[in-house]
């Protein structure tokens, strides 16, 4: 884990938030106990597609989609994940924020740079100005997949032409090219940088308990006013 990183009571959070007094954030584990605050969550019915969803007044559910975008104050936007990413995104400067579920159909169809353009088109926000965390999920050390996969990842990992057997999809790098396609600053990308299915003591992994419906929460919002 990198020294960028804490955990607290069983959340992870990412130490470059901390300047921002305004923001909340968070990313839960299987062990997390009454976090985050229900009544503030707004989230939404994730589908695995490359849908951006505005949340404006009230908490809830927002629809179907895989992201959430907002600058409405004591909202929390919410995604759940096992061994997807979970990717939360603060703008300092305006003071907006998003919510991303990425899975491997997500990523393949840009849902990270279509998060990016959502804020910027509704708040005004310009990539160089964003924060990126990038939470726990499947790494590349446990993440086989077929051809059928690597071929959709030819434009963002075109390293995988290159493997026959046993091909491993990083999902976090993946995720960082596209969301520096997309303008944000190579170092204003954070990653936690653990692994779903190694760490069962503290995640989820459908690829490791496929039987198992478990998944953990991860949070981003504007403190109530």
């Known amino acids: 884990m990198p020294a960028s990183v804490r955990k607290e009571?069983?959340?992870?959070?990412?130490?470059?938030?901390?300047g921002l007094v305004w923001l909340e954030h968070g990313f839960g584990t299987r062990n997390t106990d009454g976090w985050p605050d229900m009544s503030r969550l707004a989230w939404l019915r994730q589908i695995h597609s490359d849908i951006v969803r505005i949340a404006r007044q009230t908490a809830g559910c927002v629809g179907e989609g895989d992201a959430l975008v907002t600058d409405t104050p004591g909202l929390l936007l919410a995604v759940r994940t096992a061994d997807c990413l979970p990717i939360l995104i603060a703008d300092e400067r305006r003071r907006a924020v998003a919510a991303i579920h990425a899975g491997w159909r997500g990523t393949a169809s840009g849902i990270a740079r279509r998060t990016v353009e959502a804020l910027c088109g509704n708040f005004g926000s310009q990539p160089e100005d964003l924060l990126v965390a990038i939470g726990p999920g499947i790494g590349a050390c446990c993440y086989e997949v077929g051809p059928e996969v690597a071929e959709r990842f030819r434009r963002l990992l075109p390293e995988l032409d290159r493997v026959r057997d046993d091909i491993r999809?990083?999902?976090?790098?993946?995720?960082?090219?596209?969301l520096i396609a997309a303008g944000v600053p190579a170092g204003r990308i954070s990653a936690v940088g653990l692994c779903t299915r190694c760490c069962s003591e503290e995640f989820h992994s459908h690829r490791r308990e496929p039987w198992g419906r478990g998944r953990m929460w991860s949070v981003i919002g504007i403190r109530p006013a």
């Open 9 to 18: 009571a069983s959340v992870y959070r990412i130490a470059a938030f901390d």
């Open 169 to 178: 999809l990083d999902l976090v790098e993946a995720n960082r090219r596209e």
